[in-house]
């Protein structure tokens, strides 16, 4: 299993990114996706998530509005575009793979590497 997220990198504050993750060995479809972030010395902070067939997304309250995640089940990909971005965004975020749609971290059985996202001007 594989999760492999990349996108991030150096932007100022009022910037955009679009982070990727691209997944194989597991069956993309049945699964739920979720985006999370970790300061270093804190907690791993849900994101967004995403149900399996795109229908539903869930966001955490301070992520909605410009945060947004999306899915192509054709390709096996999970994306999550970040606009607005201050420097309070700054961590590292990681996908993951999970058979509930849900914001809990433990409920997510598969998990990417992580890519960096700093803001800063």
């Known amino acids: 299993v594989q999760l492999q997220a990349s996108g991030g990198g150096l932007v100022q504050p009022g910037g955009s990114l679009r982070l990727s993750c691209v997944t194989s060995?597991?069956?993309?479809?049945?699964?739920?996706i979720g985006w999370f972030r970790q300061v270093s010395g804190k907690d791993r902070e849900f994101v967004a998530c995403i149900r399996r067939n795109s229908y539903s997304t869930y966001y955490a309250d301070s992520m909605k509005g410009r945060f947004t995640i999306s899915r192509s089940n054709a390709g096996n990909t999970l994306y999550l575009q970040l606009n607005g971005l201050q420097p309070e965004d700054t961590a590292l975020y990681y996908c993951a793979a999970g058979p509930a749609f849900s914001g809990d971290a433990r409920t997510y059985r598969y998990w990417g590497q992580g890519t960096q996202v700093t803001v800063s001007s």
């Open positions: 060995g597991f069956n993309f479809d049945y699964y739920a």
